[in-house]
């Protein structure tokens, strides 16, 4: 892990003393536009737009609250619409996400805050295994297609900005520990929740009953009955 001061995107434009940087509407319409042609097709955007998407959401990544409980992160949408969904997360120092997928959805994530570690999984006879980790450093975008499953892990903590495209509506989270899916609807993170508050199916029911095509290096989304 790296000590000191996170690193931050380098033409971060957030206000030093709680001005929101804004522009006019018109063109907080044209980047959040751009973001979400480029969420749609799973890709990240040029330089020029995360820099002007992370100035457009300047005040908001400020104020990101810390992540409640044992919470890998705190989640905050900033923007919901059918077509596009905007998110902040703020990080735990050291915390991993469980694995999941985004509903059938693409986006990207690009890091504001510090550095990370995203993992990638693919089926493996009955299994969900790591196909491959990537170092993601601040201020590079990732896309996310449709099928990927991942996780992420923050080094001393940080803040990303997420846009997916369409908006999901749910999405499946892997327990690697019990080998289960996990149903979760609405507006909710990728952890496992104390208890058994949402539905979940075995691995094995889960592949058995899944629409989704395997390949090697294109992991494939588990569909769960809905």
């Known amino acids: ?37 480029a969420a749609a097709v ?6 020029d737009v995360v820099s002007r998407l992370v100035g457009r959401f300047a005040a908001e990544i400020a104020a990101a609250p810390e992540p409640l409980g044992t919470d890998p992160y705190s989640r905050q949408v900033v923007l919901s619409r059918p077509d596009v969904e905007v998110m902040i997360a703020r990080w735990r120092p050291g915390a991993r996400c469980a694995p999941h997928d985004h509903g059938g959805s693409r986006g990207f994530v690009t ?3 510090g550095d990370f ?40 903590g940080g803040v990303t900005l997420h846009v997916y495209a369409p908006r999901p509506e749910r999405m499946s989270v892997f327990d690697l520990d ?13 952890w ?8 979940r199916v075995p691995f094995a029911a889960a592949r058995s009953g899944s629409d989704a095509v395997s390949s090697v290096g294109s992991p494939a989304v588990v569909w769960i009955g809905y």
């Not at 089926?123 to 295994?129: C, I, P, T, Y």
């Not at 019990?178 to 990728?190: F, M, S």
């Open 192 to 199: 496992i929740p104390d208890g058994d508050t949402v539905d």
């Open 178 to 190: 019990r080998r289960d899916v996990l149903d979760a609807v609405g507006n909710v993170g990728a």
């Open 42 to 47: 799973g890709q990240g955007p040029d330089a």
């Open 111 to 113: 890091p504001v805050e």
């Open 1 to 37: 892990r790296r000590s000191g001061p996170l690193r931050r995107h380098p033409l971060d434009t957030r206000p030093t003393k709680g001005r929101a940087v804004r522009g006019d509407g018109e063109q907080d319409e044209a980047v959040v536009e751009e973001a979400r042609a």
């Open 117 to 156: 570690a995203e993992r990638r999984f693919i089926w493996r006879d009955g299994d969900l295994v790591v196909s491959g980790t990537v170092d993601r450093p601040v201020s590079r975008p990732f896309g996310i297609g449709r099928r990927v499953i991942h996780d992420m892990e923050a080094g001393d």
